[in-house]
């Protein structure tokens, strides 16, 4: 079984500040980790994804995931901030093909 | 190019009707899948299909059935509609050419609202 916990429902920043959101999973084998983003009545879009490669992931727009095995974690960073990224954050755990499994979102909310 | 295709944009039924959404996957990609997302929630796996057969299924009940089509493209439909029911319903799809893990791209999704 998998699923992911996402830490926080709700990340409020100010422009311009950093952005952190918090992502721990659980996985009975080498999870595969992804971070999608839900604008306001768009579809999801994808952030990132950890392929096993490299433990620290660059992204879309700036942001970037570092996973790390012995925290089983997967957070989501950006140094800063911008207007456009006010969104829902999604991360998603997969067995590798036909399954995602979602956390439950955390809304990012930037204000000027 | 054109992105994942989801129609009609919206919906509104009546309890025990039912209703059949169409998805058209990216040009190329083999394999389609099915979300529900419920108000405030993460979207919920509900089928993936690869050359048309059922390769995934999430914890829904019987009355959710979908296929794939030779072109691809696939429809779910769901039958004895519940108020429950009333979501927002992504389709996905992904090449299936041996890339590890699979990205999915989603279309804009099909919300249903059930009265």
């Known amino acids: 079984a998998q699923s992911v916990t996402q830490l926080d429902s709700h990340v409020s920043v100010s422009e311009g500040t950093p952005v952190l959101l918090r992502c721990n999973y659980s996985?009975?084998?080498?999870?595969?980790l992804f971070w999608y983003v839900q604008h306001p009545n768009k579809g999801l879009q994808l952030l990132l994804k950890y392929t096993s490669a490299a433990t620290l992931v660059k992204g879309i727009n700036g942001f970037e995931a570092e996973f790390k095995k012995s925290e089983t974690s997967f957070h989501l960073t950006k140094p800063s901030a911008h207007m456009s990224d006010a969104a829902e954050y999604f991360c998603v755990v997969s067995d590798g093909y036909s399954t995602l499994t979602f956390g439950k979102g955390t809304m990012l909310l930037v204000s000027p | 190019d054109a992105g994942v295709t989801q129609s009609p944009t919206h919906l509104i039924k009546t309890r025990g009707q039912q209703v059949t959404l169409r998805c058209s996957p990216i040009?190329?990609?083999?394999?389609v899948s099915w979300y529900q997302q419920v108000l405030g929630q993460g979207p919920q796996f509900i089928f993936q299909y690869y050359e048309k057969e059922e390769r995934g299924r999430g914890n829904f009940p019987d009355r959710f059935s979908a296929r794939q089509f030779p072109n691809y493209s696939s429809e779910l439909n769901v039958n004895a509609l519940l108020l429950g029911d009333s979501a927002l319903y992504l389709c996905?799809?992904?090449?299936?050419?041996?890339?590890?893990?699979?990205?999915?791209?989603f279309g804009p999704g099909t919300r249903l609202l059930v009265l």
């Open positions: 040009s190329g990609h083999k394999s």
């Open positions: 996905a799809s992904s090449l299936s050419s041996g890339e590890y893990p699979e990205t999915q791209y």
């Open positions: 996985s009975s084998y080498s999870p595969s």
